[in-house]
């Protein structure tokens, strides 16, 4: 029959005119009576409809057979099967991209006219339509049209249960929901438009979810399991308008988290019957997804709990709903029955339990802090962690109460047999652990002021959790409990730590203990290492180490990186835990999963750390042994020929192989040298890959960086040392045709070649400086050109200033595809001030800082040749404007040119401007205002309108304002003569040379800068 309809298809696009017509019945006839004819009909559109379309494919459907088509789809929304309803809809969204409204002006009339007089049917049919065609890009005025005429409709359709399903109901939520997240989008150019059109829009719809939503919940399902999907599009569309549209919902949210709250209450017995209980004759639930594809996802109350908990989430802390939840120093009722309410939603369901025994990596996945995939319980830590934020001690109170409360129900449940006793116990515990940052917080500011703990977690380490460390008929709290202690065990004891710790390790050494308490004793020993003193872990890490080594070739995924996170934790508390002798063990089952995973980017990324970790161990036998065993595997895996299934293995074990250096200072074993760089340089001489062109790029810098001494003093088969072979590497690198990606860290190369083998670079440093002008002539990526101004940036900083600018100048190179040559030097400044506010890195940072302000204080006249981008020209366009995307796209900014000294000294200015404690560099202009979309929110930024000369004396006092970053702890950069210099005191320096004795007429350039420029040298003259 599919054949048939192939066939059919085909006549339609005949040139005879009797085919063709006779196709077209022929089709119509197939259509209605078969499914697949409908499916067959879209691949159909979508590959002869228009040109527009990706796939189209000539010839193309003529206009004639459109119209028929166009008929018989929308015919076939109202079909009384449901499948050919939704393929028909999946064609009429199509079409409707393409062909409304100019060719189908009347398509969302019709449309509107199905919703308010067809059958449920049709409505159906016209919902699944506009659900596709309303998540297509619509122009603004497709847009408008939506709002006006489509929008009351499908309101109509929400509001009248009793003639439409909850399943069209629901899509009706989610259409208006897509219309507000377009809304969000032409905000930016047409905020006055969104506003008027979002009141009157908003305030309709709120009234109509309100009127569901104070709706017995728990009746509601009972008639209808479905109806919960109503409920989850209403908390979704609510957390959209208050992260998008938050003065829109602000005033209602009192009212609405009085509702989130009655509903969850109201559907907690039937959460309890179906996702709770274990009892044997327990229901199982109803419905999850109708695989209709109405919505996407499961359905269920597992859901709903998720889209109340996600809204509910920000919306608590918003300062107009604080007194419902918080007078005087306590918490409210509506918090406590809040918290008390996720406490009851995030007690283990069955579908854990049952698929945590069945996957250790799915238990994993939702019990690490880490790796916490989406749930309930995920949901409720955020929700209780937020309201922490606000009101510590408050929660802390109730959290307390509810701690004793669920401790003595569970006991009371125990002892009449309950068979799910425990969840509630768990439940409690594994909040607080969620939310154990900010409880360890809190009580360490209790200790630190003198005050009583806000929660006694004594009593629970003295009565509560010791009697279920041995619970083996319920795992999962035998399991909670050990993890709880490790979280809390910064506040036991000595002996009663070593004890928990004691009885984890056995756990973990016991053979017929549960996969899930095993892996929580792994957990445990893992926190063990972050909360306790070294000292008490100390006696038991190497049996540690032995039994979690042992694990390791039966793990994989999300267990196996918590084995190998915990290797590193053990083997970073006791640094005499490995010797020369044991070592070779431990990185031989290193290499060997690393075999085995060296695909997953999360395995290769936690052995590098241990790797890293290990090399800074104080016994030299373990550096040694690590050597040993690693350089000529990895050499191996490097050089070896790869195939589709193992493409990626030489930059991983490049990568393995940088670990080996990258946290150690010099000099380095000859065998690292014979070994893996001899194979990273023949590699790279080769390779097209971009991910092991980039890795061997950083490991050649690493180690000139690291013992350059090696590199000079090795010889390959032809007598060339590493420098030489270096060199080679880079005429392949800096070559026109080469990829500006694969060399995004060529430049940090040149610039530590020159750092460390400068002496060796005389003869051919002037070529090396050509090929790299003649590359950042062509360069096009912002991160290309920054790393071909390294090298120049770092020369200008040292010694060597004058004779670069010499060379600079005694060639051109072709710039604009050859069309005329610049001079060398023109086109670096240029290249430098177009990009070196936004350098990263801190040593790249204070090399481009140490060379410009160098610059700026050198009196020579080929600088103040150089003409580079300077201010923005404010014109009518601009001037007093919100300078949208859209417009700055129309209308290109245009910036003025001035000489290089005078940049430079706006670019000083600018580094002395730089905010404490931020990692960037930071502009602002006084004359156009920039809009960023966020004008609702209502938590600005407190340092938005921050003072010149407060930020100039708090910029000093945090070393010009840049924290450490990787680079600062390296002791090889450390020990460069320009890391001696105080940065931030040298820039002040230079500005006040520069004024005092006029350096290049600074004080003409005064009359050039920004009325900020000027506060700035006036804050820097005077401070």
Known sequence: MEQQVLLCLDATLSQDHNIRTNAEQRLKQLFLSLYSASVLLHHYVENHWTPASLSFEHPITPIEVKSEIRSLVFDGLSDPERKIRSASALTQATIARYDWPDDCPDLLSKLVNLLTVGSPDSVHGAMRVITDFVNNDLSEDQLATVVSELLPAVL????????????????????????????????????????????????????????????????????????IKIRIEIFRTFSLFLSSFPKVIIPQLQDLISLSLSTLQSLLPVFTTFYLSTSDDAPKTPYQDDNTGDLEGNVGLAELACGIFDFLTPAIRKKEVEDSLFQGKKGTEVLEKLIVLVQSYTQVTRENAEEWMEDPNAFVIDEDENTQEYSVRTCGYDLIGSAMDKWAKPVMSILQSLTLQKVQESASLRQSGDCDWWKTLESILAILGGVGDDIRNALDEDKERGRPASLDVSYLFDQVVPGLLGQSDVPFLQGRAFVFASEFS????????????????????????????????????????????SSILQPFTVKILSLVLALLPQAERETLYLLLETVRAVTSVDDSILNRSNTDKLVERMWEVWLRCNYDPVVTAIIEENIESLTLFPDPGVLTAIIHTLCPKLAAAISTPVTDETVHIPGEAIQLANSLIR????????????????????????????????????????????????????RDAHENNGIAIIFD??????????????????????????????????????DLLRAVVGRLATAQTTSFIQTL?????????????????????????????????????????????????????????????????????????????????????????????????????????????????????????????TEPNCGKKTTSDLNIQYDDGDEEWDDDD???????????????????????????DDEDLKSDPLAQVDLAQHLVDVLRRGYTSNINGMHEMIESLTSEEKGILRGVLTL
């Open 490 to 533: 910064s506040y036991l004891g000595e002996e009663l730590a070593s004890q928990y710790l004691s009885a984890a390790v056995a756990v973990l050494e016991a053979g017929n203990v549960s996969v899930p308490v095993k892996i929580s004793a792994v957990k445990t020993i893992k926190n063990f290492c972050r909360h306790v003193n």
């Open 156 to 227: 109509s359709i929400l509001v009248n249960p009793q003639a439409h399903s909850p399943s069209t109901r629901a899509s009706t939520i989610s259409v208006f929901r897509q219309v507000v997240r377009m809304l969000e989008t032409v905000r930016e150019e047409h905020p006055q438009a969104v506003k008027n059109a979002l009141g009157p829009l908003s305030e309709v719809w709120f009234v109509a979810f309100k009127q569901i939503l104070v709706q017995d919940a728990k009746a509601e399902v009972s008639q209808n399991w479905k109806s």
């Open 942 to 968: 407190p340092l938005g309108d921050g003072d010149e000369f407060q930020l100039l004396s708090s910029w000093l006092d945090n070393n010009g304002g840049r924290e450490n970053d990787a680079q600062d």
């Open 663 to 714: 946290m150690r200072n010099g000099p380095l074993e000859c065998q690292l040298v014979t070994t893996i760089t001899r194979a990273v340089m023949e590699i790279l001489k080769t390779t097209d890959d971009m991910d092991v062109i980039q890795y061997g790029m950083i490991h050649l810098t690493l180690f000139v960086r690291k013992d350059c001494d090696k590199l000079i003093q090795w």
């Open 789 to 913: 101004i390294l090298p120049f940036a770092y020369l200008f900083s040292t010694e060597h200033t004058l004779p670069t600018i010499d060379l600079l100048c005694q060639f051109s190179v072709p710039v604009s595809e050859g069309t005329y040559e610049k001079r060398a030097l023109d086109v670096v400044l240029e290249a430098w001030c177009d990009t070196c506010d936004t350098i990263t890195g801190s040593w790249n940072i204070r090399i481009s800082d140490m060379g410009m302000s160098k610059l700026f204080e050198l009196s020579d006249s080929r600088l103040k040749e150089v003409l580079v981008k300077g201010d923005m020209i404010i014109d009518e366009k601009n001037r007093n404007t919100i300078m949208t995307r859209s417009k700055t796209k129309l209308h290109p900014n245009q910036y003025s040119l001035i000489p290089f000294p005078l940049k430079a000294l706006k670019l000083v200015l600018k580094d002395v401007q």
């Open 729 to 766: 590497l880079l005429g392949r690198f800096l070559a026109p045709t080469f990829s500006e990606s694969g060399g995004i860290f060529v430049g940090e190369l040149i610039m530590h070649l020159l750092r460390k083998a400068g002496n060796t670079m005389g003869s051919i440093l002037p």
